[in-house]
């Protein structure tokens, strides 16, 4: 199927708008940063908001009270300060507003789902023992300077172990 080109794509407004997603697509996106700003409203004016600003190349996002409180159940506070660093779902929805039913972006009420993947075998990494993808992945890259599945990792251990015991024999011997 062709792809479409929203007529709002080709004026370049400042902040990201449902344009920017086709029909049924999420964008993935990383708050970088919130904090109020003075921008551009809808009708030429300028006007105070709370704007977020994304670690992702993508323009900022006015963020009406809706997708705050979103924001606020994601994030697990309704402090910006404490934003930074979020990975949201952003998806453009049908809404009512002025009298019209217009597309609005919203954001999903839950984190996306973190894909992390093995630098030895590049499978994706699995929570284990109670301890989630996140935790592993960050567990071994301090420890071996990689993420690593699980059994990527467990190779890594017993091949230290049998290093360690060797040198420890040649020690012995030529001692």
């Known amino acids: 199927m062709a792809t479409k080109t929203h007529w709002k794509k080709l004026n370049n407004?400042?902040?990201?708008?449902?344009?920017?997603?086709?029909?049924?697509?999420?964008?993935i996106l990383t708050i970088k940063s919130a904090g109020k700003e003075t921008f551009v409203g809808t009708a030429g004016k300028k006007e105070e908001g709370l704007l977020v600003h994304f670690k992702e190349?993508?323009?900022?996002?006015?963020?009406?009270?809706?997708?705050?409180?979103?924001?606020?159940?994601?994030?697990?506070?309704p402090y910006i300060e404490d934003w930074p660093g979020t990975r949201i779902s952003v998806y453009?929805?049908?809404?009512?507003?002025?009298?019209?039913?217009?597309?609005?972006?919203?954001?999903?009420?839950?984190?996306p789902k973190e894909e992390l993947y093995c630098d030895d075998c590049g499978s994706e990494i699995k929570a284990a023992n109670g301890k989630s993808p996140r935790q592993i992945a960050a567990?071994?890259?301090?420890?071996?300077?990689?993420?690593?599945?699980?059994?990527?990792?467990?190779?890594?251990?017993?091949?230290?172990?049998?290093?360690?015991?060797?040198?420890?024999?040649?020690?012995?011997?030529?001692?």
């Open 92 to 111: 453009s929805q049908e809404v009512s507003a002025f009298g019209d039913t217009v597309d609005a972006l919203r954001i999903r009420p839950y984190a």
């Open 57 to 77: 190349n993508v323009k900022p996002m006015i963020c009406n009270a809706t997708n705050a409180k979103t924001i606020t159940k994601v994030a697990g506070s």
């Open 139 to 175: 567990s071994t890259k301090a420890k071996y300077e990689k993420q690593l599945c699980g059994d990527c990792a467990v190779k890594r251990f017993e091949g230290s172990k049998s290093e360690e015991s060797s040198a420890g024999k040649e020690e012995v011997e030529n001692g």
């Open 13 to 27: 407004p400042d902040y990201l708008g449902a344009y920017a997603l086709d029909p049924g697509e999420d964008m």
